[in-house]
DNA sequence: TAACAATACGAACGGTCGTACGTTTTGTTT
DNA sequence: AAACAAAACGTACGACCGTTCGTATTGTTA
């Protein structure tokens, strides 16, 4: 049953999906998923509303679907790539500096996606709010958790919270998204880059082994 | 000329003025200032909507009002308070503290105003989005000058840089706002301002005084 | 080929948006 | 009291919003 059949009916329909959430996830970062408007999307890409509105069955649905297109896109751009790189310090980096990539190379023309319509519906109860947090949730614990892995192998101080460090990181990371596109210039994404380096550096364990329990340096 | 003459007329203006941009705050500081519509803030208020158009001008005008509102309510809450503390780590601290308690105390129902609608219009040019930038550097600004004021008077390392530790502390503190805001939970602020302690921990002055170039304290 | 299913369409719905115009009310100045 | 000025109102406008309904088109199954 269900031999993976290719129906070419929703197929097409899909495909209608697809190019429906590309170009939704661009217009979201800008104007939000409020903003999204089922009008505006049609005539962009030249198609009805109704047409539009169907292949998602509401406006709900629709910002439903952009929050998981935008979350796909953003896995393919930061994480996966990332997690090439070894476990430990060297991975945390390597997400840190998909991150600042992602942010301003402008993946999404409004910057962060996330960032954008977080704050959009930081304040709002609803199924899009729970979305965006779960999101959230989801890329500060995958930065927590790459943190204690290199606590795990030595490379970051085992004394060192890594949910507070997470925090710290994730806050270096916003801060500079914002600014930047507050300003329209690059220079903060150097500033987070300086806060970064600071902030590993003092999670580094110690080059010289501190005094033991017993016995200790002159 | 122009004796201060008040009219009565102007007087009653400007009261309605202040009722509406009251109420226009707290809804833009969670709908946003697009979400900011003028039939449904003149329907809060009992009023007719041309009225209250008719006080501003334009919507562009409005927002631009509702701004230049919040920015005084931020004063008042934020700054000015902790203009009181004596200048040094003590200010700064008050500064960070106050505002900490400005956001989880929500002032605004939606969180901090200026991080819900600086997102909103980071990535649209136009002349909301120029007032959104020039707060947002008068508040990082203020952070810099009371970190080189505390510089100054020996209490923060003077090779640290003022600009780069502003950037920090205020990191945190939007953080640990939409934080809240998204998880509907307080413990953030505790995340923050445990950030805020080591940051600042890491910039004070080394309490032994390293052998300075020529005659210095035993 | 006939019956069925999924997609996309055009047209229309009630509702809200920001704005403009003319009138009425309220206060000030001759 | 008369003339004027500012504020607030009611009404109406065109534009867009999200959604619904009936229909045509396209693909699959009997």
């Given at each position: 049953m269900s031999e993976t059949t290719t129906d070419?009916?929703?197929?097409?329909?899909?495909?209608t999906r697809r190019v429906i959430l590309g170009k939704a996830v661009d217009v979201a970062s800008v104007e939000g998923l409020e903003g999204l408007s089922i009008g505006?999307?049609?005539?962009?890409?030249?198609?009805?509303?109704?047409?539009?509105?169907?292949?998602?069955?509401?406006?709900?649905?629709?910002?439903?679907?952009?929050?998981?297109a935008a979350r796909a896109i953003f896995?393919?751009?930061?994480?996966?790539?990332?997690?090439?790189?070894?476990?430990?310090?060297?991975?945390?980096r390597a997400l840190?500096?998909?991150?600042?990539?992602?942010?301003?190379?402008?993946?999404?023309p409004g910057g962060c996606f996330f960032a954008r319509v977080g704050h959009e519906y930081a304040g709002r109860p609803g199924a899009v709010r729970d979305a965006l947090a779960a999101?959230?949730?989801?890329?500060?614990?995958?930065?927590?958790?790459?943190?204690?892995?290199?606590?795990?192998?030595?490379?970051?101080?085992?004394?060192e919270d890594a949910d507070l460090l997470a925090?710290?990181?994730?806050?270096?990371?916003?801060?500079?998204?914002?600014?930047?596109?507050?300003?329209?210039?690059?220079d903060v994404y150097d500033h987070a880059r300086r806060a970064v380096d600071a902030r590993l550096a003092a999670a580094a364990p110690e080059l010289r082994a501190d005094p033991s329990p017993d016995g200790s340096p002159a």
């Open positions: 070419g009916r929703v197929q097409r329909g899909d495909r505006r999307l049609a005539t962009e890409l030249s198609m009805s509303k109704s047409g539009l509105i169907g292949a998602f069955g509401s406006k709900e649905q629709l910002q439903l679907a952009t929050i998981r896995v393919r751009t930061v994480v996966e790539p990332a997690l090439l790189a070894p476990v430990g310090i060297d991975r945390l840190i500096d998909a991150w600042l990539a992602y942010s301003s190379d402008r993946r999404f999101v959230d949730q989801e890329w500060i614990g995958l930065i927590a958790a790459t943190v204690a892995e290199a606590q795990q192998v030595g490379e970051i101080r085992a004394d925090f710290d990181l994730v806050a270096y990371l916003d801060s500079a998204n914002l600014r930047s596109l507050l300003t329209g210039g690059f």
